[in-house]
């Protein structure tokens, strides 16, 4: 298979795999019994978290591990929202990914009020639009995604932190899609909370981490046992988070965005009538999002699938079922464009001839697809 969906997950790396597989055999113990088996599990927990901290410019008291990314989303915003009840506003992009969106409706739900952050036509967010919101005063949270799943798109995090500081708002990012593909120093660009996922970043499924600035109240969404630190009760997920520890260490090269750049070109070589999404913009070099117009993006992942080539539809895939995009929509797509955009997401162990395969891969089927549809 050449795998070219890396944005839904990676492949767990053989390193991580190694370095996890003593706390699934022999390391099982309890990290919070006090013997000596469970003093050394808790000693490989402060080593992960010293080493998720190392890469955010964090400290490691700073880093709460949870489930996944969309437990870091959900924690961030309900603590803000039960922290500050005052403070009804928070602020989100349009483009946000659906962990975020879901949470914001609850933070609705729960008499709070949600303003959307316009993007431009590269899906970039509009520092105006953002300057605009923050005028309401009543702003808790600014919510902003630092790399866009589906098209890439890195927001400017510098200033969306600046600006909503100075309005008084907290800030947290969902840096799902950025960790481990973007330099990222959370000394130099201070938001207040980040959620990071382990399964995007060659780590396994069912570990995430959240990071909360030591300069912000905390209000935890899982209580029982008083966990890490008493900000997420439940039994640690051990093996999980050293995992995750090493996956970030070994995410220390950050990608070139030379093959993706390649790749791009010669799809277009191939398809010169293909669109690339926001190639202007900055972007993370993972992720490379193409429009082939009037080409169904459902048939197209059908006949790549049956060449054993796995990427996705540019409309977001949530449990099967696709969607039109509301990320294209909110660039100004219509939903006929979303629905003939496939997503190509790319990792450290995707390799040169993977994507010259790839391209003729794509190339092959489209003109198939294509002479289907015109004799339909
Ligand atoms: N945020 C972004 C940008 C994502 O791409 C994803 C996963 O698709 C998530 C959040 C959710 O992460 P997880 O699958 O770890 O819950």
Same mark, same amino acid.
């Given at each position: 298979?050449?795998?070219?969906?890396? #944005?839904?997950?990676?492949? @767990?790396?053989?390193?991580? *795999?190694?370095?996890?597989?003593?706390? +699934?055999?022999?390391?099982?113990?309890?990290?919070?019994?006090?013997?000596a088996?469970?003093?050394?599990?808790?000693?490989?927990?402060?080593?992960?978290?010293e080493?998720?901290? !190392?890469?955010l410019?964090?400290?490691?008291?700073?880093?709460?591990?949870?489930?996944?990314?969309?437990?870091?989303?959900?924690?961030?915003?309900?603590?803000?929202r039960?922290?500050?009840?005052?403070?009804?506003?928070?602020?989100?992009?349009? @483009?946000?990914?659906a962990?975020?969106?879901?949470?914001?409706? $609850?933070?609705?739900?729960?008499?709070?009020? *949600?303003?959307?952050?316009?993007?431009?036509?590269?899906?970039?967010?509009?520092?105006?639009s953002?300057?605009? &919101?923050?005028?309401?005063?009543?702003?808790?949270?600014? %919510?902003?995604?630092?790399?866009?799943?589906?098209?890439?798109?890195?927001?400017?995090?510098?200033?969306?932190?600046?600006?909503?500081? !100075?309005?008084?708002?907290?800030?947290?990012?969902?840096?799902?899609? #950025?960790?481990?593909? &973007?330099?990222?120093?959370?000394?130099?660009?201070?938001?207040?909370?980040?959620?990071?996922?382990?399964?995007?970043?060659?780590?396994?499924?069912?570990?995430?981490? &959240?990071?909360?600035?030591?300069?912000? $109240?905390? !209000?935890? &969404?899982?209580?029982?046992?008083?966990? =890490?630190?008493? $900000?997420?009760?439940?039994?640690?997920n *051990?093996?999980?988070?050293?995992?995750?520890?090493?996956?970030?260490?070994l995410?220390?090269?950050?990608?070139?965005?030379?093959?993706?750049?390649?790749?791009?070109?010669?799809?277009?070589?191939?398809?010169?009538?293909?669109?690339?999404? %926001?190639?202007?913009?900055?972007?993370?070099?993972?992720?490379?999002?193409?429009?082939?117009?009037?080409?169904?993006?459902?048939?197209?992942?059908?006949?790549?699938?049956?060449?054993?080539?796995a990427?996705?539809?540019?409309?977001?895939?949530?449990?099967?079922?696709?969607?039109?995009?509301?990320?294209?929509?909110?660039?100004?797509?219509?939903?006929?464009?979303?629905?003939?955009?496939?997503?190509?997401?790319?990792?450290?162990?995707?390799?040169?001839? =993977?994507?010259?395969?790839?391209?003729?891969?794509?190339? #092959?089927?489209?003109?198939? +697809?294509?002479?289907?549809?015109?004799?339909?």
């Amino acid at each position: 298979m050449i795998y070219l969906d890396n #944005a839904a997950t990676t492949q @767990t790396d053989p390193g991580v *795999v190694e370095a996890m597989m003593p706390f +699934l055999r022999e390391h099982y113990a309890n990290p919070s019994a006090s013997y000596a088996a469970a003093r050394h599990v808790r000693k490989a927990l402060h080593t992960a978290r010293e080493q998720v901290a !190392a890469r955010l410019g964090a400290q490691a008291d700073e880093i709460v591990f949870t489930s996944c990314g969309t437990e870091s989303i959900n924690t961030a915003l309900a603590s803000v929202r039960a922290l500050w009840p005052e403070k009804t506003d928070l602020i989100i992009a349009s @483009t946000e990914h659906a962990a975020t969106l879901e949470a914001a409706s $609850r933070w609705k739900a729960q008499g709070g009020r *949600v303003l959307t952050v316009a993007v431009t036509a590269d899906g970039v967010v509009d520092l105006d639009s953002l300057r605009e &919101l923050l005028r309401s005063g009543c702003v808790a949270l600014v %919510s902003i995604m630092w790399a866009n799943n589906e098209t890439g798109v890195i927001a400017p995090m510098r200033e969306i932190v600046e600006l909503s500081h !100075a309005a008084g708002a907290l800030v947290h990012t969902d840096a799902v899609q #950025a960790v481990g593909k &973007l330099p990222i120093d959370l000394r130099d660009i201070p938001a207040d909370f980040l959620s990071l996922s382990g399964h995007k970043l060659h780590a396994p499924k069912g570990i995430g981490a &959240l990071y909360v600035s030591q300069r912000v $109240r905390f !209000a935890p &969404l899982l209580v029982g046992g008083g966990q =890490e630190g008493g $900000r997420r009760s439940g039994t640690e997920n *051990v093996a999980g988070i050293v995992a995750l520890g090493k996956a970030v260490e070994l995410s220390a090269e950050i990608m070139s965005s030379t093959l993706r750049d390649q790749f791009e070109h010669q799809i277009l070589s191939a398809w010169p009538s293909a669109i690339i999404h %926001s190639q202007n913009a900055p972007r993370v070099p993972s992720i490379s999002s193409i429009c082939f117009p009037g080409l169904d993006a459902a048939g197209m992942l059908i006949l790549l699938d049956q060449q054993n080539l796995a990427c996705s539809a540019g409309s977001a895939c949530h449990t099967g079922a696709l969607h039109s995009s509301h990320v294209l929509e909110a660039m100004g797509f219509d939903a006929a464009h979303a629905a003939s955009t496939l997503r190509f997401s790319f990792s450290r162990f995707t390799t040169v001839d =993977e994507m010259a395969r790839a391209v003729q891969i794509v190339s #092959a089927c489209a003109t198939k +697809l294509s002479n289907l549809t015109a004799n339909l």
